[in-house]
T-cell receptor
Framework: DTGVSQDPRHKITKRGQNVTFRCDPI?????LYWYRQTLGQGPEFLTY????????KSRLLSDRFSAERPKGSFSTLEIQRTEQGDSAMYLC??????????????FGAGSRLTVL | AQTVTQSQPEMSVQEAETVTLSCTYD???????LFWYKQPPSRQMILVIR??????QNATENRFSVNFQKAAKSFSLKISDSQLGDAAMYFC???????????FGSGTRLLVRP
């Protein structure tokens, strides 16, 4: 397994456009997380999936943001009507279901969004 | 609300020397975990070390060790024999057993001088 994969690595878009990011977690990990990181700051939690169920959402996740994990494998994060304030690195992470590593997150390299 | 504070935006250390990064947190939970993650420039975040709050013994991983002071809600990271490859952003993070989310501090940039 090659770890957590995110695509695209960098997306430049114009204000008002929609963008979608994809995350492929480690195959045996049933827990998946999305975080947002702005320059010089620590990552901020956006949402959490256990299998296909979205169990927790941050209030940071406005109505323009939607995340899915339809079959409990890959996940997508869509941002509609992008704003310049959405410019950030979007990080995906996954962790195994139980045991010592259940809360040890493996992060992907991130998808950097630039909104012009 | 739980918060994590890293008061040192940047630290510098001479290669082969020891450096300590500070972290404090605030929580009313009794069951939680603390972490240090490393984020090298343009590379993904990786786990450095993990500490369970119920364990009194400080965690160690090779050159990395922590000083966990539960009563003071302090969780510092000591890096011994610093190497050039240790240069990165270091994030302190907190996870409560009652939640799914990891809460991060704002990070400390570590510079290693050759």
């Amino acid at each position: 397994d090659t770890g957590v994969s995110q695509d695209p690595r960098h997306k430049i878009t114009k204000r008002g456009q929609n963008v979608t990011f994809r995350c492929d977690p480690i195959s045996e990990h049933n827990r998946l997380y999305w975080y947002r990181q702005t320059l010089g700051q620590g990552p901020e939690f956006l949402t959490y999936f256990q299998n296909e169920a979205q169990l927790e959402k941050s209030r940071l996740l406005s109505d323009r943001f939607s995340a899915e994990r339809p079959k409990g494998s890959f996940s997508t994060l869509e941002i509609q009507r992008t704003e310049q304030g959405d410019s950030a690195m979007y990080l995906c992470a996954s962790s195994p279901p139980t045991g010592y590593g259940a809360n040890v997150l493996t992060f992907g390299a991130g998808s950097r969004l630039t909104v012009l | 609300a739980q918060t994590v504070t890293q008061s040192q935006p940047e630290m510098s250390v001479q290669e082969a020397e020891t450096v300590t990064l500070s972290c404090t947190y605030d929580t009313s939970e009794s069951d939680y975990y603390l972490f240090w993650y490393k984020q090298p420039p343009s590379r993904q975040m990786i786990l450095v070390i993990r500490q369970e709050a119920y364990k009194q013994q400080n965690a160690t991983e090779n050159r990395f060790s922590v000083n966990f002071q539960k009563a003071a809600k302090s969780f510092s990271l000591k890096i011994s024999d610093s190497q050039l490859g240790d240069a990165a952003m270091y994030f302190c993070a907190y996870h409560a057993d009652s939640s799914y989310k990891l809460i991060f501090g704002s990070g400390t940039r570590l510079l290693v001088r050759p």
